[in-house]
Structure formats: C-alpha cells, structure tokens
C-alpha cells in the first residue's frame, strides 16, 4: 500500500498562473481532505469530499476548486495563483465519516511569486 | 477565543527528560482528542486519541483529557532525539459532524537533543 501520495512534491508559480495539485489514495477511502498549513497557523481545511462525485467547501476554500471523479483520486485546482496560496498542502484521506484518524500524504511546497 | 490553543513553541529539551505537550479548548462538545506527530517535511500521522476524559497510555506516551478544565495533554517519558517533532493536537464532536469537522491546534515544535 503506498497510502496517500501527492504530486508535485515542490512548486513555483508566478503570479496569475494555475495548476492541479494531484492527491491519490489506495485504501478505498470514501473521505478524502484538503489542508494547507501556513507557518504558525495549524491546518486549515480547504475542501473535502465524501465520496465520488461529492465535494463541499471547508474553511478556507476561495481561490480553489476540487473534483472527485473516483473514489481513488482528489485533485485540488488553483486558478489564477496569488502570494496568499504560498504555503504547504496536505492531502489526507479517511475510511468513515466518524473516523478520527485521517492518513496524511507527504504534502506539496507551493510558492507563488 | 479560538477553539483550540496550542502553544507554538519551540520547545528544546534534553535526551532522557519528561516533555508535557498542552492544548486547550473552548467548545464543550468536543468528546475526541487526538495528537498528530509530523516530522519536518511530512504530512501529519496520528500518534495517540481519547474518548471523552482520561488517561491512555502507548509505550513511552500519555495522553490526557481534563473536560472539566477544557485541557489536554500528551507526556512523552524518557523522550529520544527521534522524538523531535511537531505535535498537533486535534479535537472534534464526531457524533454531531464528520471528521472534517476536526479542528487541529497549530502545533508545537519539539526537539530532543542527544
């Protein structure tokens, strides 16, 4: 089981530019998350989904989008990146709604300059 | 006043010493607790959970829940240099919301030096 993965591992973008962070997980989780953790600041969570086809917003979720198309994968889309979204996002998946335990994937480094 | 508080930190300690990790809380319905480990440059991984009040006990780690003083705590004996880490609390009613209702303290950095 290679659990949670993310791609890329770093990234830099300018201003204004988008991408697709991308999240998988092999555990045939129906949960899956999206954090970003700013220095000091603990995890925020920016959208989460409950199965295939099933996203919602978290607390953070303006300047991103999310589809869920399998219960495998989850990508987290930035459209027109700003300094702000420079931060590290984690991906995390987890078996049941009621489940304490959230499986984290190594994150991915995104700077936008 | 924020949900969760969690002192940042750092904390430097000596091999061998008793660390004591604290978070408190303000809602009252929060009945799960859990503490993440992350070492630097990874994702989070869940290192202990409570229900309710109590202690548990894993190895050379204590968890604690004071509901009454909306205080938790994580004791780490004879701490190790592979201790060195950032402990998050965590902490969420699970019987009214999902776990994406989990609220994470903001971490405090420990490191255990040999």
């Known amino acids: 089981n290679a659990g949670v993965t993310q791609t890329p591992k770093f990234r830099i973008l300018k201003i204004g530019q988008s991408m697709t962070l991308q999240c998988a997980q092999d555990?045939?989780?129906?949960?899956m998350y999206w954090y970003r953790q700013d220095p000091g600041m603990g995890l925020k969570l920016i959208y989460y989904?409950?199965?295939?086809?099933?996203?919602d917003k978290g607390e953070v979720p303006n300047g991103y989008n999310v589809s869920r198309s399998t219960t495998e994968d989850f990508p987290l889309r930035l459209e027109l990146a700003a300094p702000s979204q420079t931060s590290v996002y984690f991906c995390?998946?987890?078996?049941?709604?009621?489940?304490?335990?959230?499986?984290f994937g190594p994150g991915t480094r995104l700077t936008v300059t | 006043q924020k949900e969760v508080e969690q002192d940042p930190g750092p904390l430097s300690v000596p091999e061998g010493a008793i660390v004591s990790l604290n978070c408190t809380y303000s809602?009252?319905?929060?009945?799960?607790f859990m503490w993440y480990r992350q070492y630097s440059r990874k994702g989070p991984e869940l290192l202990m959970y409570?229900?309710?009040?109590g202690n548990k006990e894993d190895g050379r780690f204590t968890a604690q829940v004071d509901k009454s003083s909306k205080y938790i705590s994580l004791f780490i004996r004879d701490s190790q240099p592979s201790d060195s880490a950032t402990y998050l609390c965590?902490?969420?009613?699970?019987?009214?919301?999902?776990?994406?209702?989990?609220?994470f303290g903001k971490g405090t950095k420990l490191t255990v030096n040999p």
């Open positions: 409570t229900y309710s009040s």
């Open positions: 809602n009252s319905a929060f009945q799960y």
């Open positions: 965590a902490m969420s009613d699970l019987a009214q919301g999902g776990s994406e209702k989990l609220v």
């Open positions: 989904s409950v199965g295939a086809g099933i996203t």
């Open positions: 995390a998946s987890s078996h049941r709604r009621t489940s304490y335990e959230q499986y």
């Open positions: 555990m045939n989780h129906n949960y």
